[in-house]
């Protein structure tokens, strides 16, 4: 199996600052894809940003220019920046993969979300 364990979200005013990361463990055998979801109160779950199979980078354009995505290979672990925060990026967010661990089959994994709140 995949875990995926998420950190950092809490709460920020309007033009803050917040680093997630997001760490995978267990029998692992590839990751295929690895980013960040959010998913607001009553809305669908959106992709923020996420790294793509062939290693390019998607941005939800709400992202763009204020969110930045990172990894660290050698350990599993993705992070999101996010700057300049609004209150409409005010969402519980999880991290997510594409991946196959040993003996299994290639599927999505989810973290257990992490809550980041915008307000004043």
């Known amino acids: 199996q995949v875990q995926l364990v998420e950190s950092g979200g809490g709460l920020v005013q309007p033009g803050g600052s917040l680093r997630l990361s997001c760490a995978a463990s267990?029998?692992?055998?590839?990751?295929?894809?690895m980013g960040w979801y959010r998913q607001a109160p009553g809305k669908q779950r959106e992709l923020v940003a996420a790294?793509?199979?062939?290693?390019?980078?998607n941005y939800a354009e709400s992202a763009k220019g204020r969110f930045t995505i990172s990894r660290d290979t050698a350990k599993k672990t993705v992070y999101l920046q996010m700057n300049s925060l609004k209150p409409e990026d005010t969402a519980v967010y999880y991290c997510?993969?594409?991946?196959?661990?040993?003996?299994?089959?290639?599927?999505?994994?989810w973290g257990q979300g992490t809550q980041v709140t915008v307000s004043s």
């Open positions: 997510n993969a594409d991946a196959r661990a040993v003996g299994g089959t290639r599927k999505d994994y």
């Open positions: 267990g029998t692992i055998f590839y990751i295929y894809t």
């Open positions: 790294f793509t199979s062939g290693g390019s980078i």
